[in-house]
């Protein structure tokens, strides 16, 4: 072996190497269909062709829904880091450090307030990512403080669930949040203020059980998983076999559980246009063009 043959090839594929990202193609979950990532980036993480609704980070929802993607930040109050000093295979500290480097968020949910279609509103996104949307004292405090942002603003109050429960870290501390967000919601009810429920994949447990059942109308991304326990733990409990698509949106809305299954793209507009309805207020006028 010589320099020219251990040095001058390689060389020369280098120069000629171009580089691929990984993430150049998404293989849909439903139909296994390949898809081009910017494709299903522009088209809100949903699959153009079957229509499978990705999750959507909390950030996109928020610009998907904000007029001009603008929106003022609602901040989330500071609350005890791991009061019960929880272990299990990790800390329950170094989880919240993973999950706070891994999305960017202090905790599982994000708040803003702006105009959807120039009507002033509040938004709360639960973000699945952060471990799992769950639903501790700073998701508890979040909501509250969001749900009596939007009395003081007299504003309409929107939330985006996706969670899988309580957060067991934080023990009955993060059960104690479900009645208190329940006390919050008669709050947007007294001040007569709209409280739209958008439930997406997937909204159980403790969420389910409070309050992302107490809207005044409750929409469902397709496919979504909607329930309390998983349809597994029920099928064991009462040891039948449960109807195909059981907990999913479109069964719901067939059985009167939801009031209507929009796709994202649609959302936008549907919300808005629910809130006029709500609101009482006349629908924008068309421009001539």
Not at 16 to 22: A, D, G, M
Not at 94 to 112: E, P
Not at 134 to 144: N, P
Not at 247 to 259: I, N, P, S, T, Y
Request: glycine residues 8%; aromatic residues 6%; contains cysteine.
């Amino acid at each position: 072996m010589n320099w020219i043959t251990s040095y001058v090839p390689p060389r020369i594929k280098s120069l000629f190497k171009r580089e691929s990202p990984e993430n150049l193609w998404i293989k849909c979950p439903e139909s296994g269909q390949m898809v081009f990532q910017k494709d299903v980036e522009a088209n809100l993480n949903v699959i153009p062709g079957s229509g499978y609704h990705l999750r959507l980070d909390a950030a996109s929802r928020l610009k998907s829904m904000f007029d001009e993607a603008k929106w003022i930040d609602v901040a989330l109050p500071t609350v005890p880091v791991d009061p019960l000093k929880f272990r299990d295979e990790k800390r329950y500290v170094d989880r919240l450090r993973d999950s706070r480097t891994k999305t960017g968020l202090q905790d599982a949910i994000k708040i803003g307030f702006g105009r959807v279609e120039t009507q002033p509103a509040v938004i709360a996104v639960q973000d699945f990512d952060f471990m799992g949307g769950s639903l501790g004292m700073a998701v508890g405090e979040g909501l509250v403080t969001g749900m009596m942002s939007a009395v003081e603003k007299n504003a309409p109050f929107i939330l985006f669930a996706a969670s899988g429960g309580a957060r067991m870290q934080e023990g009955i501390l993060s059960l104690m949040q479900m009645p208190r967000t329940t006390i919050a919601v008669h709050a947007l009810k007294a001040a007569r203020l709209p409280y739209i429920v958008v439930l997406t994949n997937p909204t159980t447990g403790g969420v389910t059980a409070s309050y992302a059942m107490l809207g005044d109308v409750h929409i469902a991304e397709p496919g979504a998983l909607i329930g309390f326990a998983g349809p597994r733990v029920i099928e064991q409990t009462i040891r039948e076999k449960l109807p195909e698509g059981f907990q999913r949106a479109e069964f719901l809305k067939a059985h009167g559980m939801v009031d209507m299954v929009v796709p994202r793209t649609e959302m936008k507009a549907t919300v808005a246009r629910l809130l006029r309805l709500l609101l009482k207020q006349p629908a924008p006028e068309k421009s001539a063009a």
